[in-house]
């Protein structure tokens, strides 16, 4: 299946996506990360995306639809979980143009919903692993051992990007160009809402539940 998850910063994509993608064997892939690779390996595209990144801004089209197009390229035996991609109208026409370019579609697009001061809550307290990438939080999907992570025991550390003029600004992108792009999947009856708010288990449930209630 090919499947797109999106949300506001802070919604759980990245919490919900190792379960989501184990459950349908499909490989995760999660825009954001693959920038953050980059940048932490200083490569062109990394040096690039960083400035937009810090900000909260979205890194441009051109950059981020190329980079997608080559990975898709590379295994879509089975299909795939798009994590933070499409976030845009301009991105969410490529993506059809590069699928329906070899005969696929997105079969359902999973938008995570929660409210704006459960977000604020959740960034504040998020802690990223070094090594992994993990996302750990200090209160709500706290680490066994203060500062390390429970998967790969590799340093935490606060994003860049979780400051609050960062976050202020993801926010807004998110209420401005991708909630309405959602439009664009819901007029092909491909959206599915899922509430993501309360714990993560629970949060777990309700998508499993979506995902199974879909062709
Ligand atoms: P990206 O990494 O995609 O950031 P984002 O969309 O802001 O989402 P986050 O990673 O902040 O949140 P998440 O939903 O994954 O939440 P998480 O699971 O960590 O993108 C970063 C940047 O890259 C963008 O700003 C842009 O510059 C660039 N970029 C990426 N894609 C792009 C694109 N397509 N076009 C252009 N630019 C692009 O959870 C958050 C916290 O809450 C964690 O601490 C977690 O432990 C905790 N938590 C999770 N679930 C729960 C729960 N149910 N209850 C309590 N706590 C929870
Ligand atoms: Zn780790």
């Keep these: 299946s090919r499947v797109v998850l999106v949300g506001p910063p802070g919604a759980g994509k990245g919490t919900q996506a190792e379960a989501i993608s184990a459950r349908l064997g499909v490989p995760h892939i999660s825009t954001g990360d693959i920038f953050r690779r980059n940048v932490g390996e200083g490569t062109d595209l990394g040096l690039r995306a960083k400035s937009y990144m810090d900000s909260g801004a979205l890194v441009p089209n051109e950059l981020t639809n190329e980079m997608v197009r080559r990975r898709l390229g590379e295994d879509d035996a ?14 969410a026409e490529f993506l059809d143009d590069t699928l329906r370019s070899s005969g696929r579609t997105v079969d359902v697009v999973l938008e995570l919903q929660v409210p704006a001061e459960e977000i604020v809550r959740r960034l504040n307290g998020r802690r990223v692993c070094g090594t992994c990438g993990r996302s750990w939080h200090v209160e709500f999907n706290a680490t066994r051992a203060k500062g390390i992570c429970n998967a790969c025991a590799g340093p935490l550390h606060q994003r860049d990007d979780d400051r609050e003029d960062a976050i202020r600004r993801r926010l807004q992108l998110y209420e401005q160009q991708t909630a309405p792009m959602l439009a664009h999947y819901q007029e092909k009856d491909r959206l599915a809402r899922v ?5 993560v288990d629970a949060v777990g449930e309700r998508v499993a539940a979506a995902l199974g209630a879909r062709p």
């Design 78 to 91: 089975d299909g795939f979980l798009l994590d933070g991609f499409p976030r845009n109208r301009e991105q």
């Design 195 to 199: 509430d993501a708010s309360g714990p």
